[in-house]
């Protein structure tokens, strides 16, 4: 049974860092096909960023201000985020899926589909 539980939500204002956190069980220690989530209000789930063993990938969105990460022993994916801006308000979700992990070479990784595994999110607000 896989499980995946989000935390590090909060208010944080402009400009500011931050960084999630999601603690995994279920999955296989050392590859890791995962990615993190995030839904505005009135907006689809967008993909921002993914890992699938050691390349990750990033939304254009994110890129250069974001920054995914894994860690073995604490079976935990994290999400930094840096230089934070008002848009980046919304519910951030991790997902994952048993390898082999979504090609990210090959454009795969930031879509749904890509993943089955999914925890309940945590909110991030961040204020102008």
């Known amino acids: 049974q896989v499980e995946l539980v989000e935390s590090g939500g909060g208010p944080e204002p402009s400009g500011g860092s931050h960084r999630l956190s999601c603690v995994h069980s279920?999955?296989?220690?050392?590859?890791?096909?995962m990615a993190w989530f995030r839904q505005a209000p009135g907006k689809p789930r967008e993909g921002i960023a993914a890992?699938?063993?050691?390349?990750?990938k990033y939304a254009d969105s994110v890129k250069g201000r974001f920054t995914i990460s894994h860690d073995n022993a604490k079976n935990t994916l994290y999400l930094q985020m840096n230089s934070l801006r008002p848009n980046d308000t919304a519910m951030y979700y991790c997902?994952?899926?048993?390898?082999?992990?979504?090609?990210?070479?090959?454009?795969?990784?930031?879509?749904?589909?890509?993943?089955?595994?999914w925890g309940l999110g945590t909110q991030i607000f961040v204020s102008s």
């Open positions: 890992i699938a063993d050691s390349a990750t």
């Open positions: 279920g999955l296989p220690q050392t590859v890791h096909c």
């Open positions: 997902a994952a899926i048993q390898p082999p992990c979504p090609p990210l070479a090959a454009g795969r990784g930031l879509e749904d589909y890509d993943y089955n595994y």
